[in-house]
């Protein structure tokens, strides 16, 4: 029986007493409990295959199962149910956008001139931006993440670490699936898969999917909205073919696209205090006061046509060559172009006057190339690689309103481009010292050259940045038994640096900043610890020097700086752990716990001080996810999921300002699934987010208030269907 281990419902006390004691992980997802044993995870993520439990570094690995009794639907789901990783998001109001933060590191900005401070790869192929990052999830092989500096293997900007979304392979398996989804909240959901053998050298792999969903408020002074806020609707596809002449040799070509069209993020503000209406830098936001903003803080209060409705569309081919030379050597070539454009926008004042109102629009184009030499000896085995990445891409902004400096009449508009050339090369190896002793390492250079312009009207302005770094691992890892690891590790990180992307302060201000280093020192244990107990414990210090940090500035327009502020450290603890109680009864979770904070700050930083913590880094978090299985007399399998995620309060940005605290927040869900006999037919009761918390997921102060980003994620019920034809 497959053993499919989701999640609970207590409370945050109760939930974190039974963390302590059982804690289980994704790992071992499909334990097989009616044998009392665990089946051997695999990974990629040192860019070999090998066992889970004898990788030394922090991973979890998410299989697809437990993505389906999880009901988890897109990366944002994902990030509720692993230590220490934090998925936010605040973009123009986007569904499509995710900053994602790990171990405290990550950043919120989207804008064409930032980059995020964790890698989000599908098969290897680097997703350079935010915006279309918070990807859906049909039929998906599994979701690696890796905790900390990932500077030796994946490069530049895995500071705080990558994940890795790897589908399904062409002939994997011969099946045609059909899925179905209705839901409360108008939730529709349907995808078609299917994985065919042509021949002995053709195989492929395609799917079609479709979801939408009502929204949960209105964008009440429009007199013909174009869309709810929340709604949510998107169509996605993928094909791989794969061609396979030889054992030795294989060729992947796969091509995906994704059409989103939503509606604006829930967003509301607070006020926080009067200002001076004889200022004339306030303009006119002094008359901004509680009665002109909507009484249901899910609707939007804007004047402003079209900015309540979001899109998002992106396209992407790649091609994989693997080639096994001979039985020392293998080579490996990665090539992929992708696309992507968006629309959306913020009402900042959330109300029918116009004091700061940004629609905005932007897109990039990105092309890679990896080439890869991989070898493995009796004892040793290594991974070296040569990669090139090309971005080209613009934000821009306009019709804009920033009260008194742009004003209906008298509109402001700005635009960014900015042209990025990475190189890179690399090398990894490990070697077995004994059979139980292994030590291994890694060096990669990277450069990357930054070409950036900026027009915001009053001002025009080029630049360019080149930043370089060696970054480098040692790793030790010892096997005490057949079934039990422990590991050590040093990695050094690197994000490279950029230019700010709100210079609204003029030519001075789009300067650029310098990249950020990282330097982790990690000791780990991985195993089976009891034949129904598998358990992965890392305790974890991070330095941080040069970090850049974001900062806000309302005045004179809404600039945003980004300082290299200094130095920070994170320490923590991450454990997670699958306990098969009985032959039926499981659970996992995993408990994290991350003590950040900057401990110096350079001088003439502006806002951020000593003692502050990072932005959107929750202390702790807790997942929880117990399984029950029934076996029918007829055959048939009964599985009953539950599951719990807590993730702790925090602060929406660096500079610690009371009103931009994030209450902490806690998620119930449930999967009640049935299955024949054959196991080609399943019927699914599930439910999300079941009381209906509501929580912030940003928070950014303004002038006079503070905006405020809503969760989307609301309660829904609902059945799934699917249904499998296997083709032999």
């Known amino acids: 029986m497959r053993t499919v281990l989701p999640r609970v419902g207590l409370s945050a006390l109760s939930a974190a007493i039974l963390s302590a004691v059982s804690l289980p992980s994704f790992a071992a997802e499909e334990a097989q409990a009616k044998k009392n044993t665990f089946e051997k995870i695999e990974v990629t993520a040192r860019k070999r295959t090998e066992s889970l439990f004898e990788t030394p570094t922090a991973i979890t690995s998410i299989g697809a199962d437990a993505i389906e009794k999880g009901n988890m639907s897109n990366l944002d789901d994902i990030g509720k149910f692993v230590p220490n990783l934090n998925i936010t998001r605040y973009g123009v109001g986007n569904a499509a956008h995710a900053s994602v933060f790990i171990r405290g590191i990550g950043l919120q900005d989207h804008i064409i001139t930032t980059d995020p401070g964790v890698g989000v790869y599908v098969d290897g192929v680097y997703l350079g931006r935010q915006m279309g990052s918070n990807l859906s999830l049909p039929n998906i092989e599994r979701v690696e993440v890796l905790r900390g500096p990932q500077g030796t293997l994946y490069g530049r900007n895995t500071l705080g670490g990558a994940v890795n979304i790897i589908t399904k392979k062409p002939g994997a398996e011969d099946v045609v699936r059909v899925e179905s989804k209705v839901g409360s909240r108008g939730r529709i959901g349907a995808d078609i898969y299917t994985n065919q053998t042509i021949n002995d050298e053709w195989s492929f792999a395609a799917n079609a999917s479709y979801k939408e969903r009502e929204g949960v408020g209105h964008a009440i002074n429009l007199e013909a909205p174009e869309k709810e806020i929340g709604e949510e609707q998107e169509m996605s596809g993928r094909l791989a073919i794969k061609w396979q002449p030889s054992s030795d040799f294989s060729l992947n070509v796969a091509v995906d696209a994704v059409d989103n069209e939503s509606g604006q993020s829930p967003y509301t503000i607070e006020l926080t205090g009067g200002l001076d209406p004889n200022d004339p830098n306030n303009g006119d936001f002094p008359l901004l006061n509680e009665s002109l903003l909507p009484k249901n803080p899910d609707d939007l209060g804007t004047t402003v046509a079209g900015i309540e409705s979001t899109d998002y569309s992106g396209w992407g081919a790649s091609v994989i060559a693997d080639w096994q030379v001979n039985d020392t050597y293998a080579v490996k070539f990665i090539t992929s172009k992708r696309g992507s454009d968006y629309t959306g926008g913020l009402d900042d004042d959330a109300s029918p006057l116009h004091l700061s109102e940004f629609p905005e629009e932007g897109g990039a184009d990105q092309l890679s190339v990896e080439f890869q030499l991989n070898g493995t000896f009796d004892t040793w085995d290594f991974v070296s690689g040569l990669y090139y990445f090309n971005e080209d891409g613009f934000t821009e902004s306009q019709p804009y309103v920033f009260s008194p400096f742009s004003t209906p009449g008298n509109y402001g508009r700005f635009r960014i481009d900015q042209e990025t050339d990475s190189y890179a090369a690399y090398f990894n190896a490990s070697f077995d010292i004994t059979e139980k002793l292994s030590l291994g390492g890694g060096l990669r250079y990277s450069e990357d050259k930054k070409d950036a312009f900026a ?155 000593v003692g502050n913590a990072p932005a959107l880094t929750p202390r702790w978090t807790v997942m929880v996810a117990p399984s029950y299985f029934i076996d029918m007399e007829s055959g048939a399998t009964v599985a009953v999921n539950a599951s719990y995620s807590y993730r702790s309060d925090m602060q929406g940005q660096s500079v610690n300002n009371p009103n931009e605290f994030i209450e902490s927040r806690e998620l119930f869900g449930f999967n009640i699934s049935y299955t024949n006999s054959e196991g080609d037919t399943e019927v699914t009761l599930y439910g999300e987010n079941i009381f209906n918390e509501v929580y912030d997921v940003g928070r950014l102060q303004q002038s006079g208030f503070v905006g405020v980003m809503r969760s989307n994620d609301r309660s829904e019920f609902g059945i799934k269907f699917r249904k499998d034809f296997w083709l032999n």
């Open 455 to 609: 027009d915001f009207g009053y001002f025009t302005k080029g630049a360019t940045a080149e930043f370089d770094e060696v970054t480098w691992d040692v790793n030790a890892a010892y096997q005490l038994n057949r079934d039990m690891n422990v590991y050590a590790q040093i990695q050094k990180g690197y994000q490279s640096g950029g230019f700010p992307p709100r210079p609204f302060g003029g030519a001075d201000a789009f300067v650029s900043f310098d990249e950020t280093k990282a330097l982790n020192y990690e000791i780990g244990f991985k195993g089976q610890v009891h034949d129904r107990v598998s358990m992965m414990l890392a305790l974890f210090v991070t330095d941080y020097t040069d970090l850049a940090l974001p900062f806000n500035d309302p005045s004179n327009g809404f600039n945003t700086y980004i300082e290299n502020a200094g130095e920070s450290r994170a320490q923590g603890i991450e454990l997670e752990t699958t306990v098969a109680v009985t032959d039926d009864f499981s659970i996992r979770s995993s408990v994290g716990y991350l003590d950040s904070e900057i401990t110096h700050v350079d001088e003439g930083v502006q806002g951020i001080t």
